[in-house]
T-cell receptor, first 115, second 113 residues
Framework: NAGVMQNPRHLVRRRGQEARLRCSPMKGHSHVYWYRQLPEEGLKFMVYLQKENIIDESGMPKERFSAEFPKEGPSILRIQQVVRGDSAAYFC?????????????FGQGTRLTVV | DQQVKQNSPSLSVQEGRISILNCDYTNSMFDYFLWYKKYPAEGPTFLISISSIKDKNEDGRFTVFLNKSAKHLSLHIVPSQPGDSAVYFCAASTGNPGGKLIFGQGTELSVKP
């Protein structure tokens, strides 16, 4: 049973370009979460999605960032017009259920570098 | 507003001894707490968790203690092994909507042979 798969593992973008990060959850998991880890910091929640729905986007920056989890295919985190401050590790997690006691399984992350 | 805090950025322990990692939280609505372990260039791996209705949970060498009145939890690793060297994150969640985790800043544990 494959774990959470994220690609690409490393992504380099020039300022102003778009970054697309992909996440395939564990088989059978319909809950997906995106987190961002800036250098020397902990993971910060960005967004929580179920199939075709955004459940909680309280951690998403108001501009340039969007996320989707379509009925078919992986979840996508999209960053438009990237800036140097977007350089970070972006982690996706998935879970079988929601609610107390829900264990989230993490992917290996995508390291975005904006040059 | 840092709702989950790990005040020790690093900890060094001798192999075979006990490692104690601490975590404090401010939000009394948190009802579930988890510890994750993270190696460089990898994603966090779930270690152990505890519900707010308990004060202790044990799994092999790992034990988590929860003191709700002090809003404090700790992870004990006994005996510590060199392979335990990693960054440990404490995380907390509430029942609504569930799943979303609030992480501490992490503590880097180094276990020396």
């Amino acid at each position: 049973n494959a774990g959470v798969m994220q690609n690409p593992r490393h992504l380099v973008r020039r300022r102003g370009q778009e970054a697309r990060l992909r996440c395939s959850p564990m088989k059978g998991h319909s809950h997906v979460y995106w987190y961002r880890q800036l250098p020397e910091e902990g993971l910060k929640f960005m967004v929580y999605l179920q199939k075709e729905n955004i459940i909680d986007e309280s951690g998403m920056p108001k501009e340039r960032f969007s996320a989707e989890f379509p009925k078919e295919g992986p979840s996508i985190l999209r960053i438009q017009q990237v800036v140097r401050g977007d350089s970070a590790a972006y982690f996706c997690a998935s879970s079988l259920n929601r609610g107390p006691g829900t264990e989230a399984f993490f992917g290996q992350g995508t390291r975005l570098t904006v040059v | 507003d840092q709702q989950v805090k790990q005040n020790s950025p690093s900890l060094s322990v001798q192999e075979g001894r006990i490692s104690i990692l601490n975590c404090d939280y401010t939000n009394s609505m948190f009802d579930y707490f988890l510890w994750y372990k993270k190696y460089p260039a990898e994603g966090p791996t779930f270690l152990i968790s505890i519900s707010s209705i308990k004060d202790k949970n044990e799994d092999g060498r790992f034990t988590v203690f929860l003191n709700k009145s002090a809003k404090h939890l700790s992870l004990h690793i006994v005996p510590s092994q060199p392979g335990d060297s990693a960054v440990y994150f404490c995380a907390a969640s509430t029942g609504n909507p569930g799943g979303k985790l609030i992480f501490g800043q992490g503590t880097e544990l180094s276990v020396k042979p």
